[in-house]
């Protein structure tokens, strides 16, 4: 199947449209992708004709709301090859499914004295959570230390899995910086001591594939809306039996099987983690943009997203006047720079000027920018319907940039 970009593009509406008298480029891939018209749609379609809410009625309409909501489960299963529908829980969002893990699992496992595992690649929503768990229970928050690349140092990641590690979180990929994290091989030296391991997939879900059988991992969680689906659908996937032992983290309706003034039990799996009434409409919409995804082609997507990095990063490195941030061996399609001499912040106003959107500043991991010794970058991420071409453009307003600010 060959990858037909100008049909890919047609699919986005929102690329049609001109940001100050010129076509949109859209680079910010990495803090949410642009939505396919089949994802609009479905959206749309379930309020125009679906709108029910699930679980409670035995009228057609919540019926049929219901069978959606469990077949966009099942979607979620295969997409990332989990064992069972029941150890994936629908969440509003990788950061929700983060703090569900801290909350329910973390609080659970820790005793004073004891340490969870990071890394000093972290996005704060896979930092604050163990640091704020830490503080309470008298833990202690451990980072493993990243070297000038921008890739995890794993000898010291594996001297670092010690006796008082209970708890291990890592980031698929790097949301700064474009890293790929060896996590399977992460979570199997962990595994060798006994010590469960999340895997933070917010910038994997769109541009990999993800198989946790294969990975191995504890915990996986991503972003609906990163990954071509609505805004407030996310995912969280659990081993069944990592799941079971834990807490609800939060409680209300749907997650309750008996309740009394005196006592209440809790529903089964999945339903035990969803407490009240979830985004309907996202999860139907994330479903159409895992289909979205599986009919390109996880790995067409990878190759045409390989393209537009090693292209991308070949433009900026051969201008003097540029630095990329990030430049580790396996690397997703996120390119970080800076102007030797210019502010980025200043330059993000006039790529906006030239109708490119991109990203800067310290992209909510602000311990990366600190190692780095600097505030923050400017950021491109490409997605599965970017061009050569936009790449192009992007150079083009590099070269305004000098002129003006330079
Ligand atoms: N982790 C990483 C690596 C991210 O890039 C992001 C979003 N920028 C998050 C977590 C949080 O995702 P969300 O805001 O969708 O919960």
Redesign the pocket.
């Known amino acids: 199947m060959t990858y037909d970009i100008e049909k890919i593009r047609g699919q986005f509406p929102i690329l049609q449209r001109e940001i100050n008298g010129k076509s949109l480029v859209y680079f910010d891939n990495?803090?949410t992708t642009q939505k396919p018209l089949s994802v609009i749609e479905r959206v749309s379609a379930y309020y125009r004709n679906e709108n029910c809410n699930i679980h409670r009625g035995v009228h057609f309409l919540s019926q049929e709301a219901t069978q959606e909501f469990e077949d966009a489960r099942e979607k979620v299963r295969g997409f990332i090859n989990a064992g069972r529908k029941e150890e994936i829980i629908f969440t509003k969002?990788?950061?929700?499914a983060?703090n569900l893990v801290a909350y329910s699992f973390g609080r659970n496992i820790l005793g004073q004295g004891d340490e969870v595992l990071i890394t000093a690649l972290?996005?704060h929503?896979?930092l604050v959570p163990w640091q704020v768990l830490c503080r309470e229970k008298n833990a202690f928050l451990r980072v493993v230390p990243i070297n000038n690349k921008g890739e995890v140092v794993q000898e010291a990641y594996k001297k670092m899995l010690g006796p008082r590690t209970k708890m291990v979180a890592i980031?698929h990929?790097?949301?700064a910086l474009g890293t790929i994290n060896p996590v399977r091989e992460m979570i199997a030296a962990a595994h060798e001591k006994n010590i469960p391991v999340l895997v933070?997939g917010?910038?994997a879900a769109s541009h990999i594939k993800i198989d946790v059988q294969e990975l191995d991992c504890d915990f996986y969680c991503f972003?609906g809306?990163?990954a071509y689906g609505p805004m407030g659908s996310?995912v969280l996937f659990g081993k069944t039996r990592l799941l079971e032992s834990m807490d609800p983290y939060q409680c209300g309706g749907e997650m309750v099987d008996r309740v009394t003034f005196e006592k209440t039990t809790y529903n089964e799996l999945p339903f035990k983690f969803e407490a009240g009434t979830p985004n309907v409409e996202s999860i139907l919409g994330l479903k159409t943009a895992l289909d979205f995804m599986d009919s390109l082609g996880m790995d067409s997507i990878g190759s045409h997203e390989k393209a537009l990095l090693e292209y991308g990063t070949e433009q900026l490195a051969r201008d003097p006047d540029i630095t990329i941030y990030g430049t580790a061996d396996r690397k997703t399609s996120i390119i970080s720079f800076l102007f030797k001499n210019i502010h980025p912040y200043d330059a993000g106003i006039i790529f906006d000027k030239t109708g490119i959107a991109l990203r800067t500043g310290n992209?909510?991991a602000q311990p990366v920018m600190d190692r780095l010794g600097i505030s923050g970058t400017i950021r491109v991420s490409f997605g599965a319907y970017n061009t050569i071409q936009e790449i192009d453009r992007l150079v083009e307003s590099i070269g305004m940039v000098k002129k003006m600010l330079g």
Do not use: P
Request: hydrophobic fraction near 20%; include cysteine; charge should be negative.
């Open positions: 990495a803090a969002g990788t950061t929700e983060i972290e996005h929503s896979n980031g990929i790097s949301n933070d917010a910038q972003s809306h990163k996310g992209h909510c």
